[in-house]
C-alpha cells in the first residue's frame, strides 16, 4: 500500500512537471522567435556621431558589421541622445537612410540564409529627421527579393511607426532584404530600427502542444 501510495506521489509529481514543462515550451517558443537579422537594430558598431566619416557615416560598397552593406550614397547611425532626434525604438542606436549631403539617398542591404521554408513575419520600425523642412514626409522603399517590396512614409509629428508583414518563402536559400530612402537628398531622410525576419510557428504544432496538455490534464483528473 505504501508503494502504491509512493508512485501515484511520484506520477502527480511528474505529471505537474510535464504540464509545467509544455506550457513553457509554448510561451517560450511564441515570445521567442529566432531574428534571423543580424544587428537589426544597428547596435554596432558604436557611433560617436561625428558626421562623415566612420564609425558614424558610412558610404557605397562599405559595410557597418560584415552583415549590413550601404547600397548606395551614405547613411548615418545615430546614437542618441541627440537632439532634436528621437530616442531609439529599441537599443540605443538606429541609422538614418540619408547621409552626408551631395551622395544621393543612402541605402542598406542584407543578404539572409533562410533554411526553413514557411511563413515568415518582416517588421521594423520607421521614424524621420526633421533637422531640416518638417513639411516634407520621410520616406523609403523596402524590399525581401522578389517576394515583397513597399514604400513607407513617415511625417512630422507621427511617433514611431512599427510595419509588419507576412511574407511565404516556399524555398529555402539567399534573399537580399534591402531598405532604400526615396527623400530628396536636400532633407535629412527616413529613420530605421529593430528590423526583424521571423518564422511564425506553424499551427499544427501548437495545436499538438495542445492536445498533449489536455490529453495530460485528462489523465490527472481520472487519477483524482
Known sequence: MRLIKRTEALGSRFLRWSIATAVAFVVHGSALATNLVQNGSFETPISNNQFGRNPNSWFTGQTLDGFWYVSQGSID??????????????????IDLNGVPNTGMGGVYQDISVAVAGVYTLSFAQHGNYSVNRTQARMMNVAFG???????????????????????????????????????????GAILDDVRLELVPEPASLTAIG??????????????
Open 146 to 188: 522578389s517576394l515583397f517590396s513597399g514604400s513607407y512614409a513617415h511625417s512630422y509629428g507621427d511617433p514611431w511607426l512599427h510595419h509588419s508583414v507576412t511574407i511565404t518563402i516556399n524555398t529555402p536559400g539567399t534573399y537580399r532584404l534591402s531598405f532604400v530612402s526615396t527623400t530628396p537628398t536636400n532633407f535629412e
Open 211 to 224: 492536445v498533449g496538455l489536455a490529453s495530460l490534464l485528462g489523465l490527472r483528473r481520472r487519477k483524482c
Open 77 to 94: 547611425i545615430v546614437r542618441p541622445p541627440y537632439s532634436p532626434l528621437p530616442a531609439a525604438y529599441d537599443g540605443a542606436q538606429y
